[in-house]
């Protein structure tokens, strides 16, 4: 505010501010002519905010502006309450009936400013996709998610445990149509004969159970293990075996009428499961049983291929506080 003489005013307005504020970004300069009161008023907030301004100096009367009453600041000051009727902003090109239109509604000036003064950013579809980081590779997306060891040996398990596993039948067995399947077979053979070996005390029912049933509890023990000790992803690996071994028992279980599958002590060696259901009198329920245990091996390979997904991804440190932003 600036005073012109004793009843005219020159008054510039700048306004700033975020998108969306009526004041963002505008500026305009007008003389006002107001009431003598209104012009002590604005005269008396300004020297009382910004210091005493040349050319305001004290009121007619004699009175001091520090003893009025304190009702302006310029807060609550809109220049457009004294805008008079025929006002258009300086270097406008707003018509009058404009001017009149924004008076009688309240609205601020609808000018653009120019020069080198502050602009709205642009907001316009091509700034936006420039602004947008490229997109990255899925496949470093994936190394820098997950471990890519581990990632990978799920991968492996579950490629096995969807073209492997229609190979677990008795002839799948006799043809040695799966590799795969053939190797840990005799790996799980191994557990197999300890397991006789460690229940032999237990009575001959135990001693022919013991072995198909020691095979599973081996790698159930394992995967127990891991898990309590926290170390999730080796516990789902070790579920994944789990699940083999009831797949590889279940041909075992089908063969246990029929008995045509190879023994490792030839023709003079008990076939395990003949003599199990046998003596349970279950023996016509082979395929019934063994498709039981097909079908729990597969659901445990569900459960662990998914927990091996799931833990194999890399943990994401936690921000400190004092580094939060």
Known sequence: LTRLNSRHIRVVRI???????????WCDEFTI????????????????????????????????????PAHYSPANYSPVDYQP??????????????VSANQASGSRPSHQPSGDRLRRPSTSP???????????DLAMMLIERFNPFQLGLAALLLIHSVFGSP???????????????????????????AG?????????????VGGSLFQILLPAFLCGYFWVTGQRYASAIALWWVGQNFLDVSIYIKDAQIRILPLLGGEASLHDWHFILLDLRLLTKSQLIGNIAFSIGI???????????????????????????
């Open 85 to 98: 009727a025929d006002y258009q902003p300086a270097g406008n090109q707003a018509s009058a009936n404009q």
């Open 126 to 136: 091509s700034a936006s996709l420039s602004a947008r980081p490229p997109q990255r």
């Open 299 to 325: 659901l445990l390979y569900i459960v662990a291929i998914a927990a091996a997904v799931r833990y194999s991804q890399i943990p994401v440190k936690a921000i400190a506080p004092s580094d939060a932003p």
């Open 167 to 193: 190979h677990y039948t008795v002839q799948g067995f006799l043809d040695n149509t799966d590799g795969v399947m053939m190797f840990l077979h005799n790996v799980n053979l191994i557990f197999h004969e």
């Open 33 to 68: 002519t107001p009431h003598h009161s209104a012009l002590a008023d604005v005269e008396r907030g300004a020297g009382r905010d910004a210091g005493t301004q040349p050319g305001m100096g004290e009121p007619q009367d004699g009175t001091s502006y520090n003893d009025r």
């Open 15 to 25: 306004g700033m501010g975020q998108p969306g504020n009526p004041f963002f970004d």
């Open 196 to 208: 006789h070996t460690l229940f032999i005390f237990f009575g001959q029912f135990m001693h022919l």
